[in-house]
């Protein structure tokens, strides 16, 4: 329990202050001979079916009693991740592994046609980096933003094709679908993101950063108000750096993304969380996340925004210590 907090038990509601193929397993190969022996991390490629190299880190033994893996927003690159991997690794050491990645035309990652950036690839390329990784015990999933999507879809594939069963599960300013009738992301229900993909495909490359600055500007400023500057620039830098191609090319998925159904046949653990000044994932969708999933709880951080890894990390890294399945005392990273 967060210190000074209740749970509704009716509501399961809680506010919080603001302060792939079998043979993928040998396609994991270093993209770096050297291990961060600060984070004893391995960096790895796994290429996909359809040819995309997927930038994952691994940390922890294959051994681990617990396997977390991170997945992070449309325009942001597992990096988003490092406070809740420091502490992880802090607090239980080698007994959890943490598995991160870049989604595809995201971060280190290869890019891809622009007819794969869908939610339900994504999902795909979760169910092979697992594979490839060998992931076999408990394991919790973490999604931001388009990743909690990801890790939605992933539960709504069919049993034969989730090649782990997640036991733990938290969800981070995200939806089950509906995101055209809410907040800011309404825009997606209006001809634009069709226009913005006939675009990429003929445009030059200028055009469309000069189409795209205007955008970034105004997020930029968005999520500054309030927060500090650190906040600010790294959300403007995540968009200004992320291929335009990508950027747009996952908007007519998010348009049709509809997980609702998959919501009832979620039996992991499950924590969702939102911000109350979220304005592209509005509460609203945590509330319906935490009504159609049995025994869900519903963290609220009432004055944060969209970027809650950022803004409330010590509501994350609570939040995946209640999925965990171990009570391990912090040891040295070795």
């Not at 391995?42 to 359809?50: A, C, E, M, P, S």
């Not at 979620?266 to 979220?278: E, L, M, Q």
């Amino acid at each position: 329990m967060l210190n000074g907090q209740t749970l509704s038990k009716s509501r399961r509601l809680m506010t919080v202050p603001a302060t792939v193929p079998g043979n993928l397993l040998s396609q994991a190969t270093p993209a770096s001979d050297s291990i961060d022996d600060r984070r004893c991390a391995k960096h790895l490629l796994v290429r996909t079916v359809d040819g995309v190299s997927l930038a994952v880190c691994d940390t922890g033994p294959r051994t681990a009693e617990h396997t977390v893996v991170f997945l992070h927003g449309l325009c942001l690159d597992r990096t988003s991740w490092d406070r809740q991997i420091i502490y992880l690794r802090r607090r239980y050491g080698r007994s959890v592994r943490v598995i991160s990645y870049d989604h595809r035309g995201h971060g280190a990652s290869a890019a891809a046609s622009m007819n794969t950036y869908r939610i339900d690839q994504l999902a795909d390329d979760l169910a092979q980096v697992l594979t490839a990784l060998d992931v076999t015990g408990p394991l919790t999933l973490v999604g931001h933003s388009m990743g909690g999507m990801t890790a939605l879809a992933y539960l709504g594939r069919p049993a034969a094709e989730r090649p782990v069963e997640a036991e733990g599960l938290v969800l981070v300013a995200t939806a089950a679908g509906k995101l055209a009738e809410r907040g800011l992301a309404r825009l997606l229900a209006t001809p634009a993101p069709a226009a913005l993909v006939g675009l990429i495909q003929h445009a030059p490359g200028y055009a469309l950063h000069a189409l795209a600055r205007p955008v970034c500007a105004t997020l930029g400023r968005w999520h500054a108000r309030g927060r500090s500057a650190t906040l600010a620039a790294t959300v403007v830098a995540a968009l200004t750096t992320t291929p335009i191609a990508t950027a747009v090319g996952f908007l007519p998925s998010l348009r049709t993304y509809n997980q609702y159904a998959t919501l009832a046949s979620i039996h992991a653990r499950t924590v969702v969380i939102s911000g109350g000044a979220d304005p592209l994932t509005p509460p609203s969708h945590a509330a319906d996340l935490a009504a159609g999933i049995c025994g869900a709880q519903h963290l609220r951080v009432p004055y944060a925004g969209h970027m809650l890894p950022q803004q409330a990390p010590h509501v994350i890294n609570d939040a995946i210590c209640r999925t965990v399945t171990i009570q391990t005392a912090a040891v040295a990273c070795a």
